[in-house]
């Protein structure tokens, strides 16, 4: 099992960055594939992006080329780093975490994730 916390949202204005933290228990951090999730006000959660435990990242069509998803093993930590922010990426963002299958490629799926952690909202004013 992992228990993860989330850090770093905030307020912003559009074109600013922001770079979130995912923080993870345990010492099996690099078995997990991870991903980023966000929730806006009335909407479901959606996907943002996800590495796997070989490295290998995808992400959502609205944030690519935008966020760069990444992760240190080293300090079990997995990051989001966000750039040319806009209103509409604001939502609380959550990361997730989902034990290694067989499959390389990581999932976009929140239904696969069964580990969770409580979000951070982040702000984007116009």
């Known amino acids: 099992q992992v228990q993860l916390v989330e850090s770093g949202g905030g307020l912003v204005q559009a074109g600013d960055s922001l770079r979130l933290s995912c923080a993870a228990s345990g010492r099996t951090f690099s078995s997990y594939s991870m991903g980023w999730f966000r929730q806006a006000p009335g909407k479901e959660r959606e996907f943002v992006a996800a590495?796997?435990?070989?490295?290998?990242?995808i992400y959502a069509e609205s944030v690519k080329g935008r966020f760069t998803i990444s992760r240190d093993n080293a300090k079990n930590t997995l990051y989001l780093q966000m750039n040319t922010l806009k209103p509409e990426d604001t939502a609380a963002y959550y990361c997730?975490?989902?034990?290694?299958?067989?499959?390389?490629?990581?999932?976009?799926?929140?239904?696969?994730?069964?580990?969770w952690g409580q979000g951070t909202q982040v702000t984007v004013s116009s």
């Open positions: 590495i796997s435990v070989g490295g290998m990242t």
């Open positions: 997730a975490a989902r034990f290694r299958t067989a499959v390389p490629v990581p999932s976009r799926s929140r239904y696969e994730y069964p580990y």
